[in-house]
């Protein structure tokens, strides 16, 4: 039942966005095991002016009122790139997406789905997936398993109602992506070690750190390599030239070269592993803000980040190299490198690999092998929407 104390407060602009925002921030504090996010980032994500998703995507979000007071938030998106993607890798034509998800209670969970699908079939959406915050690439999925611990650096959380509230709107898991944990003070198994060893005594391949002082050159190699590796998966988006540029910029502050691997072969990059210190250790205790003295401790916990955890949030091997020996081999070394960066330099205890696709094969038997387990789980919900009444 529709409770009529509830108002819909479309935003269009900078100040509503910030509202957007801070409403978003206020139920993650409610959470166990929340982090806070940088505030400024979660502000440009929203903003049209400097995210370059917007460049081929449109949204609108949405904030829900109760007698007046700010109990619930909803983004509804269309990604032009997805919608040129086949239907059966996930996105396609006439597909539209929910993120930016919060509500007080399910009354407003209905209320705020029904408004983002009500704008998202006015704009022609006949598929709803979501959640999705606001690209696959950035916080993708709702969180069902693993609210027991805080999430690692750039994955969502999220309260273990919105997946009864979500479902019962109507939707059906559409894919579950999983993040799996990894003990870094712990060798490998033999079997990876004798492959690794096995590689390093090849003279056609190099397993080399990103050079940060040329990482623009870098950055390009590395999404250049992802936009080929990625794209049969389920779910895969292409970057565009402003958005290489763009997470080139924003990644370099966090990028060490010790953690982030390129391998070659005849002196070709063929393959790539990155890794970033979990920098939630340290928006704890700044509260998500940098002013006036977050940037400091920032700056200075990333460079040299002791005992922090580790997180492989992207790996690509080129199509090329899909189904053989050598992809799996190539994996094995860059993390094995990685690994031993993570524990011998900076005392690292614990790892996390993911997001993988349930259905990944590859890397679902590369984290098996290594002795990794799943600690999170995430689904992507789909709705298919009826004629509008």
């Known amino acids: ?20 925002v801070d409403l978003g921030r206020a139920f993650a ?54 919608l040129k993607m086949p239907e059966e890798q996930g996105f396609g034509p006439g597909a539209g997406q929910f993120g930016c998800f919060d509500a007080e209670d399910q009354a407003v969970a209905e209320v705020l789905i029904a408004t983002a699908e009500a704008w998202l079939r006015e704009q022609g959406v006949k598929r709803v997936l979501g959640p999705i915050s606001l690209s696959v690439w950035e916080e993708p999925g709702l969180l069902v398993r693993g609210q027991n611990h805080s999430p690692m650096i750039m994955m969502g959380h999220h309260p273990a109602q919105y997946q009864n509230w979500i479902e019962g709107a109507g939707y059906t898991p559409a894919k579950r992506l999983y993040t799996y944990d990894l003990e870094v003070a712990e060798d490998f198994p033999p079997i990876v070690q004798r492959i690794v060893k096995s590689g390093e005594r090849n003279d056609r391949i190099k397993v080399r750190r990103v050079n940060k002082a040329r990482w623009d050159e870098e950055a390009e190699i590395v999404l250049g390599i992802l936009n080929d590796a990625w794209s049969d998966n389920w779910g ?7 958005e290489v540029a763009y997470a080139g910029k924003k990644l370099k502050p966090i990028i060490n070269e010790r ?36 940037w400091f401790h920032l700056l200075r916990w990333l460079r040299n980040p002791q005992g922090a955890g580790m997180r492989v949030p992207l790996m690509g091997v080129l199509k ?41 094969k590859g890397m679902v038997a590369i984290a098996d092998t290594i002795n990794s387990s799943i600690n999170r789980e995430y689904v992507i919900y789909e709705k298919h929407l009826s004629a509008a009444d």
Not at 3 to 19: H, L, V, W
Not at 236 to 242: G, K, L, N
Not at 282 to 290: M, S
């Open 29 to 82: 504090a409610r959470l166990d095991h929340s982090v806070p996010q940088l505030r400024s980032e979660m502000l440009e994500l929203v903003d049209p002016a400097k995210n370059p998703f917007f460049g081929h995507a449109r949204a609108q979000l949405f904030i829900a009122h109760r007698a007046g007071k700010p109990v619930g938030r909803i983004s509804a998106h269309i990604d032009e790139q997805a």
């Open 320 to 360: 090329e190299l899909h189904n053989t020996r050598l992809a799996s081999q190539l994996a094995f070394m860059m993390i094995s490198a990685i690994r031993k960066e993570a524990h011998e330099t900076f005392g690292s205890k614990r790892g996390e690999i993911g997001w993988i696709l349930e259905d990944n």
């Open 1 to 20: 039942m529709t409770d009529a104390q509830i108002s819909i407060e479309p935003i269009n602009n900078k100040k509503g966005r910030a509202r957007f």
């Open 236 to 242: 895969f988006v292409p970057f565009t030239p402003e």
């Open 259 to 294: 953690l982030n691997m390129i391998a070659e072969l005849d002196g070709k990059p063929v393959a790539f592993m990155l890794t970033f210190p979990d920098i939630n250790d340290v928006l704890k205790k700044i509260d998500g803000k940098l002013f006036p003295f977050g």
